[in-house]
């Protein structure tokens, strides 16, 4: 793209049009005093022509320079229509005819890349790439498969979009803005655009990497073309894909030279405050990298409600499966719930992949059906391409943590009387291998050292399972024995809550400056450092032994636990309690 502009710019600026000579400080000038009715910029050269016709070439010291002297002008302009961000213009001298050929020449040979590479045109490129109406209303909630949580939790968006008038005339605030966060593949542009075709309304779509653009102003007003089409076309969803892309944390860049995505997210920002409540506008993100949102993006009024849409358990597997091969013919001995089980760690678009190559090893064969060996030799395939992608979860992984979340779901039943299991999983999410998740039956304001000792049991439960039932421990416990230590450092520091140390606070606030802690003096000596030390160490010490204890007396309903999980890959709290009343 920028070669084809640059092309077309060296060739043009050889034509003829008469050339002024104009420094930094005149473009500043002639911008500001709305002289300049175009300009493109190319590097740190910008070609700009007058409003009386001339046109002049300027070195400018950067783009941010550029931006900081006059962004707010050339925004403005831009805005007004006096000022036109260019790719090229130009009166074409005919002298200059071969060149043209050649310039066409060479764009055709670049389109041709660009389509083949699946890339959208290269034309239109200050105009939203935002696409209407992607066929979702052939796409509903029947073509997600599994994800039956995910899609509960979207179903109030789809009533509201279907009825916004309901919902409106009873006073109800529907979210503005929902994220969807989970790893490639999940389904999440699927689920986004199931949302649309279920409600039957038009869907926007862009992608964050469409907003990186060298030209000055044209993420954000992309952005601004985006929300007018959908304000146009209420009610209606907007999403954005991979918002990572251009809702990074602002200011984290080293170095600058992020202005133009920062005003792309600021004008994403001034766009969502824009709009109100109910006005039938719902934006949709998804990102897998939550984590390095600016917050501001995250905050009430914007992206407020966040679903995570978690890889499949061996279920949502076998329903995906199910749905990829509905129009595929397969042979008798085809068993979807054993490839099911085969593929642990698969994504959705992993299995919809398996499927697709599965019918092309088919066809090559000139078989008429899809057999097993062609699904087992496509899943050889596939898998040397998963590898790289997402995780494939070995046997002696998946056993390794399927007692690891035992250890810990056991334990929180046991020990910890205020919680109850809600769900345990096998599979991973986030950068954690499997999750126990249990909920407290009630709110509470204080926790007693007694409370604190059992979660510290709770932490340790899954790292000693480990040790117990397999001959090796793994490194996945580690950010469990850093919380309970964590924990049992604010028991003796904060809460004085230990008896060899006595009822003394040592806690500061908590507040670490990275790079200006050595002027940061600890407020007690180091002898005392070393007995704080020593008594974390006591506590964590006598929890461990707890732990053991208490797992080794349990050792059968732990087997349970983790097998039912070896299984299932995930269970909900009944089947969790159900391993207990054998
Ligand atoms: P993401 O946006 O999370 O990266 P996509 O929505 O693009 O994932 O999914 C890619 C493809 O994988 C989809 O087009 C679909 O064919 C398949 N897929 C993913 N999840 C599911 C699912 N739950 N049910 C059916 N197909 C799925
Ligand atoms: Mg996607
Ligand atoms: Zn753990």
């Known amino acids: 793209m920028l070669v084809v502009a640059y092309l077309i710019y060296m060739f043009a600026v050889g034509f003829g049009a008469s050339q002024t000579k104009m420094v930094y400080s005149d473009l500043v000038n002639s911008i500001k005093s709305e002289q300049v009715s175009s300009m493109l910029v190319s590097g740190n050269t910008v070609t700009v022509t007058l409003t ?12 941010d320079t550029l931006q900081a002297d006059v962004g707010k002008e050339m925004n403005d302009q831009m805005d007004k229509g006096t000022l036109k961000q260019e790719a090229y213009e130009t009166k074409i001298s005919w002298t200059a005819v071969t060149n043209i050929i050649l310039i066409i020449v060479f764009i055709c040979v670049f389109f041709f890349g660009f ?5 959208s045109g290269a034309t239109n490129f200050t105009k939203s790439r935002a696409r209407l109406n992607e066929n979702t209303k052939n796409v509903t909630f029947k073509d997600v498969a599994g994800a039956d949580e995910e899609k509960a939790e979207l179903a109030e968006i789809v009533e509201f979009l279907k009825n916004p008038q309901k919902f409106v005339s009873l006073g109800a605030r529907i979210p503005k803005g929902v994220l969807l966060v989970g790893s490639p593949g999940t389904g999440k542009t699927l689920l986004a655009k199931a949302v649309a075709g279920e409600a039957k309304v038009p869907f926007f779509s862009i992608s964050g990497s469409d907003f990186v653009e060298l030209y000055v102003g044209v993420g954000a007003s992309r952005v601004r ?4 089409q959908a304000k146009k076309n209420r009610p209606c969803i907007v999403f954005i894909d991979e918002i990572d892309a251009v809702g990074r944390k602002r200011g984290a860049g080293m170095g600058g030279g992020h202005d133009e995505r920062e005003q792309t997210l600021n004008q994403l920002l001034v766009e969502m405050d824009g709009f109100g409540e109910n006005e039938g506008v719902i934006m949709m993100a998804a990102t897998n990298r939550p984590d390095i949102l600016d917050p501001a993006l995250l905050r009430p009024g914007r992206f407020d409600r966040q679903i995570v849409v978690d890889v499949p358990d061996v279920k949502g597997r076998e329903a995906i499966l199910k749905v990829h091969s509905a129009k595929k013919p397969l042979a008798n001995d085809v068993d979807l719930e054993e490839i099911a ?8 678009a992993d299995l919809e992949n398996l499927m697709n190559e599965s019918a092309i090893f088919a066809a090559r064969r ?8 062609d699904i087992e030799d496509a899943n050889l395939k596939v898998m040397m391409g998963t590898e790289k992608r997402s995780r494939i979860i070995t046997e002696k992984e998946k056993k390794l943590t399927a007692f690891h979340e035992a250890g ?3 334990l929180a039943k046991l020990v910890d009387k205020t919680s109850h299991i809600h769900k345990v999983s096998i599979i991973p999410r986030g950068r954690a291998g499997g999750y126990t998740m249990y909920v407290p039956d009630e709110d509470k304001m204080y926790t007693s050292k007694n409370e604190m000792l059992d979660r510290i049991i709770v932490m340790l439960g899954g790292r000693v399972a480990e040790e117990l039932t397999m001959d090796d421990i793994s490194t996945g416990a580690s950010s469990d024995i850093q919380r309970a230590t964590d924990i ?21 606030g908590g507040e670490v400056f990275i790079g200006r802690d050595f002027a940061h003096s600890k407020a007690y000596s180091e002898k005392t450092a070393a007995d704080i030390d020593a008594e974390v160490k006591h506590i964590m010490t006598l929890q461990y032994r707890k732990t053991e204890q208490i797992l080794t007396e349990n050792m059968a309903v732990l087997t349970r636990v983790a097998e039912k999980l070896l299984e299932k890959e995930t269970i ?9 009343n054998i």
Do not use: W
């Open 52 to 63: 009386n016709g001339d046109k002049a070439k300027v070195k400018i010291p950067s783009l």
């Open 115 to 119: 389509l083949r590479k699946g890339g």
């Open 225 to 228: 073309d985006l929300f007018e």
């Open 341 to 348: 089980k085969a593929t642990a760690g698969y994504s959705g």
């Open 366 to 373: 000139n078989h008429l059906e899809i057999t097993r060996k």
């Open 408 to 410: 810990h779901a056991v």
């Open 488 to 508: 049992a450092r604010q028991m003796v520091t904060k809460y004085g809550m230990s008896e060899a140390i006595g009822p003394v606070s040592y806690d500061d």
């Open 572 to 580: 909900d709290g009944q089947e969790f309690e159900e391993c207990f």
